[in-house]
């Protein structure tokens, strides 16, 4: 049921976008700026409520509550978890944005900001590092953690909506629990399909750098069904062998990428740059948390955090159940510290790294990276690496890593699609319905590029996020519901034990004594 609910509304999105492309984005256009506008305070509150609660839990008494039986033990050894966390969080977003970002902030910053100016440089950069940190991190933890929780310590369905149990008991297998499943499949194809849309404006940026290949809508759609083809083969095939050496390839091109920009650029500047902005991040992360900016109306909160917190929570279901999957015999503390600080501190020294340079060759060698970004926003990156030695080799690279990426999120996202519309939510997702959610995801990721560019696919994970959004409050709700319990039942069991060793040393007393 939840299968098919998901696909006819998807559908049916896809469809219109195909008839009536200017219409659906006229459409989708007034539903972002509503929800902007009535809406905005909702997602900075939520998302910053994610982020309390995924450090209460770790630090507080549910921390040393296990993901799994008591002897249960990790299913990989911590360097493994940790590299597959890193692969989780380093996506097509930090490719496409690494550069970009930064440099629009330091042309268009936050209001009070005088833009290029130092000031505009540092705040940019913290405003980037805000949005690619502990704050994503913390929205994945609480699917992840709840999933994790009901999967491998009560031994419940691998479904988000199995997590609601504590809540509404056996409604989970009701239509309340359809409707919760059916909305964490919306939000998630639409999450993926902007990565993907991303994605495909990014490997056509880089064919023109490259070849002169013309960057336009009609060459992203061909890039999407090239590269639909080569992740479907691998949906069809079940090629888990080959899929997991290409996420080692993701780690090890992104690696060598990233190590050689930080030893072939400005290396002290870009490691001063990461020591700063962490310190200036870490020290203003509540005030950023709550900006907006009713007084003035400027759009910049919206077209930015709003955005990202939305596209975070679209893609909740998704990552949070990548890192269910792995994290089995964790405690709540490791699990929690280890997901939302280490990929915080990567996608950091990345940032430093690529928007760092951008910043550095703007500022002070007088390559005009603004105009770049203005005219082509995807061409940032290769323009960049053209300023290193081997600039044609490093664009190649990245241009490989972006199309490793794609393929790699798109493969992962329809086995979990697959898994979160199946019954009792498996492992094993039949193979027509990783299919069929595969095209469905490109098929949304080319209808919005068509009906928007970059604006249609931002505004897609904005409105799927908004239902999502309350079901994830709901569930932390729930999973504190359920950590609670545990916590009291355990300190009662702990009183009796005390109590029953206290009577077993007052009775040996007493016989001592006669």
């Known amino acids: 049921m939840v299968f098919y609910l998901s696909v006819i509304i998807v559908s049916l999105f896809v469809i219109w976008g195909i008839v009536s492309p200017t219409r659906l984005g006229a459409t989708t256009s007034t539903a972002f700026s509503y929800i902007t506008e009535t809406f905005g305070w909702f997602y900075l509150v939520v998302t910053f409520i994610f982020l309390v609660f995924s450090l209460y839990a770790a630090f507080g008494p549910y921390g040393r509550i296990k993901l799994g039986k008591k002897d249960d033990d990790p299913d990989y050894s911590y360097v493994s978890w940790l590299a597959m966390l890193f692969s989780a969080g380093m996506g097509i977003g930090l490719v496409f944005w690494g550069v970009a970002e930064p440099i629009m902030h330091y042309t268009d910053p936050p209001e009070g900001v005088t833009p290029e100016t130092v000031e505009a440089a540092r705040t940019g950069l913290r405003y980037t590092f805000f949005h690619w940190g502990l704050h994503p991190w913390a929205v994945y933890a609480v699917v992840g953690m709840a999933l994790a929780y009901t999967q491998f310590r009560k031994e419940g369905a691998g479904l988000i909506s199995a997590t609601f149990r504590p809540l509404i008991g056996d409604g989970v297998n009701g239509p309340i629990g359809k409707i919760i499943d059916v909305l964490a499949a919306i939000a998630t194809a639409a999450g993926v399909a902007t990565s993907l849309g991303l994605g495909a404006m990014q490997i056509n940026g880089g064919l023109t750098h490259l070849t002169g290949l013309p960057n336009s809508a009609g060459t992203q ?64 992360i509540v005030t950023m948390s709550f900006r907006l900016t009713p007084f003035t109306g ?97 664009s190649i690279l990245a241009t490989a890593l972006i199309i490793t990426f794609f393929v790699t999120s798109a493969d992962s996202a329809t086995f979990v699609l697959g898994t979160i519309t199946s019954k009792g939510g ?52 729930s999973l504190n519901r359920t950590l609670k319990s545990e916590v009291a039942k355990e300190r009662q069991r702990e009183k009796l034990r005390i109590q029953k060793l206290e009577e077993l040393i007052e009775e040996n007393i007493q016989n001592s004594d006669r």
Do not use: C
Not at 298 to 309: K, M, P, V
Not at 359 to 372: R, S
């Open 426 to 477: 498996t492992l094993q997702p039949k193979t027509y319905v990783k299919i069929i959610w595969g095209l469905l995801i490109s098929g949304i990721a080319a209808v919005l590029l068509l009906s928007g560019g970059l604006e249609g696919l931002q505004t897609a994970s904005f409105i799927a996020a908004l239902p999502f959004s309350i079901v994830m409050l709901l569930m932390v709700v």
């Open 221 to 284: 759609l061909a890039i999407i069904v090239a590269v639909t083809a080569l992740f479907m083969i691998s949906a069809v095939s079940g090629l888990d062998r080959g899929i997991k050496m290409l996420s080692n390839v993701n780690l090890s091109l992104a690696s060598l990428l990233l190590l050689f920009v930080l030893m072939a650029g400005p290396t002290i500047f870009l490691m001063d740059t990461l020591t700063t902005t962490l310190g200036s991040y870490i020290g203003n």
């Open 298 to 394: 400027s759009d910049w909160i919206g077209t930015w955090t709003l955005f990202y917190w939305a596209w975070w929570i679209a893609w909740a279901p998704f990552v949070g159940t990548f890192i269910a999957r792995i994290s089995k015999g964790r405690t709540i503390r490791e699990f929690v510290l280890t997901v939302m600080v280490m990929p915080t501190l990567l996608g950091a020294l990345w940032f430093a790294v690529f928007g760092g340079s951008g910043l550095h060759l703007q500022m002070e060698k007088g390559v005009n990276l603004a105009n770049v970004v203005n005219e082509n926003m995807e061409a940032a990156l290769f323009v960049t690496l053209q300023q290193f030695p081997l600039g044609t080799a490093l």
